[in-house]
């Protein structure tokens, strides 16, 4: 009978271990999903740097554009830009960025 019960026992934690194994790398919390966030972690930082850099860029656009540090020629060629202004004498050329 000892033998009977300890083979029911170590069935019984053999299948718990085997449950708490498997749970452990496929459960919500578990290994598999980890990996799956550190590679998510990765792309929203890699799209966190591409905001700042075009923040920054947006920054000293803006920049130029203050009272304070006003620079024409960056006006002149904004306004030419937005408005396809010119002077009737002047070619312009459109290029893309």
């Known amino acids: 009978m000892a033998s009977k019960g300890s083979a029911a026992l170590s069935l019984g934690l053999g299948a718990a271990i085997l449950y708490l194994g498997a749970h452990a790398v496929t459960g919500r919390q578990g290994l598999v999903a980890y990996v799956d966030l550190q590679a998510q972690e990765r792309v929203l930082v890699g799209q966190l740097t591409a905001l700042q850099a075009e923040q920054a860029a947006l920054e000293a ?6 009272e304070s540090t006003l620079d024409l020629d960056y006006l002149d060629e904004r306004a030419r830009v937005l408005l396809a202004a010119g002077d009737e004498h002047e070619l ?6």
């Open 61 to 66: 656009r803006a920049g130029r554009l203050k």
């Open 92 to 97: 312009v050329f459109a290029l893309e960025n």
